[in-house]
C-alpha cells in the first residue's frame, strides 16, 4: 500500500508519517529527499527556496513525474507494508501514483496560523528559523506550491489537523483500519 501525504508546508504531514512508521511498520520517503541529497552534495544548507528552484530544475530537465519516479525505485529495494511518500506537490506525481491499485492520497488540512507557528517551532530548514508570516504566506505562490489546490481537492482522505495530537492519531487509525491494516504496536 501506498499513501501519499499531501498539504501545504507544516500542515502535519511528518507528524502522521512518523505515527504510521512506528505503529504500522511503514517505510517514509519525502518528495524532497532528493532534492535534499543533491543540495547537500554541494554542502549547502536546503532552504524552502533553494528546494523549489532545484525542483523546478529537475522537474524541467527530466519530466514532471522524476521525483515519483525516483521514489517508486527507491520503494523496489525497501520492504514495508506500507509506503507513505510524504510531501505530494505535483499534479504529474498524482497522475502517476493514481493509476496504481495499491495507491491512496491524504489531504492534511491545518490553519494557516498554525501551520506558520509550527514551522517556526521545528527545526527542519534553518531558513524557517527567521520566516515572518507574511514571507511565510509569500512561500505559498513557489512554483512548487501552486498545485496544492488543485491536488487537495483529489484527496481520497482529508485529515483535519487543527486539534490535539491524540483526535490526530485516531483519525489515522481510523483511516488504517478502514483500509485493513492492522496496528503492530
Known sequence: MIIGL???PAAGKGTISAYLVAHYAAKTMRFSDPLRDAIRRFYQDPTRESMSHL???VRNEFGNDIL?????????HVEAPVYVLDGMRMFDEYQVLSQRKDFEMWAVSTDIQKRYERIIKRDENKSDLALTFELFQAQHQLPTEVDMPNLL???NVT???NGELARLYQTVDAQMQRLGIAKRS
Do not use: C, P, V
Open 68 to 76: 515519483i519516479r525516483t521514489l517508486l525505485q527507491d520503494i523496489e
Open 153 to 155: 481537492k483529489r484527496a
Open 55 to 57: 525542483g523546478t530544475f
Open 6 to 8: 499531501t498539504a501545504l
Open 159 to 161: 485529515i483535519d489537523n
